[in-house]
């Protein structure tokens, strides 16, 4: 093992007492090869290619990478967490060896990612270079391997054996009850109507806890089928299903989807149809999703040459909640001294929005880090893969959940609503249920 490998392994058991900006650099070269396989050889599954333990995954509609093993990693802390990443990983691109027979997005070496949603949070930032990627675009499907320093060696992919279930889960409050969260909302909402702000986001979490221990193919599995319209991705112990899309980079286009304005489903056509109907004409979550909007689009603008905003949001269904959704998309800008920007060096310009923290994004910090009473790790925060010519795909990890890394049975489920001046603290807690919903049942054993 590398100094290097040793150093960021050694980084995930930080404390608050780690020196903030901390990374360990990648070991050198990386030297990867990218082989086209029969796309019929593949399960429709791609998780079940993914081993018990470390797996990562990127998933949306049968379509994306799954990944295992590690060549190395980074490991960042505070406000520096995303550029000492991005600095180590543009060194690691600029030195690999790379024979890549397919040159689609997703070939050739690729790092997962997640980060912590706030500069002070306890929770470390990693970038991990997995040691085999299986891809899979359209009809394309290909296998990468990665090693350091020498020729990696051939895999052929096969399905292991299925996860177990957990069997039942014990639900209890996380940081705050939910008499207690609602008085948070309160709170905010008078700050709210003080002037102090527009908006914010306050988060909750519950602690579940499973009867055998979690493995997170089970979780993988059942969350890819029944939000298959969503990305599903685990990255270094958070798991989950987002339905935003921060951003895609990929030759020179960004696209972004913005959601912000939420109803909860009834599990009638006719009643959903009804509530669509409410949501897209909701003054409340109209407003919500405008800053949300307003506050993407100001932070595109500086690494974009163009961008179409459309003019009012579409109404997204989604099994368990409507979404008032919007679609970005923009042209990079090439002018500058380095060339257009990583898609992780825009994700950390975009980070955080006004749909995960509020508006104005100061304050709205400042009153999470004041009342929310947690820290939300990488809740929220970025979480995707890049590749060495800086395209990728970074999601929000929202309808997520944190596995604890010394107790296979606990893990942390998270849920955020935006906060406006009309909000009400019971119809907030709701909303906050209905995010839940999709960890539970993914979950679930039945």
Same mark, same amino acid.
């Given at each position: 093992m590398s100094p290097d490998l040793r150093a960021a392994r050694a980084g995930d058991d930080a404390t608050p007492h780690t020196p903030a900006g901390t990374a360990a650099t990648l070991p050198q070269p990386l030297v990867a090869r990218t082989v086209r396989v029969d796309a019929d050889t593949l399960p429709d599954d791609l998780t079940a290619l993914l081993p018990a333990e470390g797996g990562l995954s990127w998933l949306r509609?049968?379509?994306?990478?799954?990944?295992?093993?590690?060549?190395?990693?980074?490991?960042?802390? %505070?406000?520096?967490? !995303? *550029?000492?990443?991005?600095? @180590?990983?543009? =060194?690691?691109?600029?030195? /690999? &060896? $790379?024979?890549?027979?397919?040159?689609?997005?997703?070939?050739?070496?690729?790092?997962? %990612?997640?980060?912590? !949603? *706030?500069?002070?949070?306890? @929770?470390?930032? =990693?970038?991990?270079?997995? /040691? &085999? $990627?299986?891809?899979?675009?359209?009809?394309?499907?290909?296998?990468?391997?990665?090693?350091v320093g020498a020729a990696p060696g051939t895999v052929r992919p096969r399905p292991l054996a299925p996860a177990a279930a957990p069997g039942p889960v014990r639900y209890t409050d996380g940081a705050l009850a939910s008499e207690d969260w609602q008085e948070a909302v309160a709170q905010a909402v008078e700050r709210i109507r003080a002037g102090e702000l527009d908006k914010v986001v306050l988060a909750r979490d519950v602690v579940a806890r499973t009867t055998e221990p979690l493995d997170q193919r089970w979780v993988l599995r059942r969350l890819a089928a029944d939000y298959p319209s969503c990305w599903t991705f685990a990255v270094d112990g958070i798991v989950g299903a987002t339905p935003e899309l921060l951003l895609r980079s990929e030759k020179g286009l960004v696209t972004s989807r913005v959601l912000a304005g939420t109803i909860r489903r009834t599990g009638d056509d006719a009643a959903d149809l009804t509530r669509a109907a409410t949501l897209a004409h909701s003054s409340k979550d109209l407003e919500e999703h405008e800053y949300a909007v307003e506050s993407l689009t100001h932070a595109l603008e500086p690494f974009c040459s163009s961008a179409n905003v459309p003019e009012t949001p579409y109404v997204l269904h989604l099994p368990n909640v409507l979404h008032l959704a919007t679609d970005v998309t923009a042209v990079l800008r090439t002018d500058g001294e380095d060339g257009p920007p990583s898609s992780l060096a825009l994700a950390a310009a975009l980070h955080p929005t006004a749909a995960v923290a509020g508006t104005p994004t100061a304050a709205a910090c400042e009153l999470i880090d004041r009342i929310e009473g947690m820290d939300r790790g990488r809740y929220a925060g970025p979480v995707g893969w890049v590749g060495t010519d800086g395209d990728g795909e970074w999601g929000i990890a929202l309808r997520s959940a944190e596995l604890d890394p010394d107790d296979p049975h606990r893990l942390r489920l998270f849920a955020g609503c935006g906060i406006v001046a009309a909000s009400e603290p019971a119809a907030e807690l709701a909303e906050s249920e209905a995010k839940l919903e999709p960890m539970r049942h993914a979950l679930g054993d039945g």
């Open positions: 509609r049968g379509d994306g990478l799954v990944a295992w093993g590690e060549v190395a990693r980074t490991t960042s802390y %505070g406000p520096d967490r !995303f *550029a000492l990443a991005e600095a @180590a990983w543009r =060194t690691a691109a600029a030195h /690999a &060896v $790379v024979r890549d027979e397919v040159r689609v997005p997703g070939t050739g070496p690729v790092a997962f %990612g997640s980060f912590a !949603f *706030a500069a002070g949070s306890r @929770a470390a930032s =990693t970038l991990v270079v997995p /040691a &085999v $990627v299986v891809g899979r675009r359209g009809g394309t499907a290909w296998v990468t391997t990665i090693d």
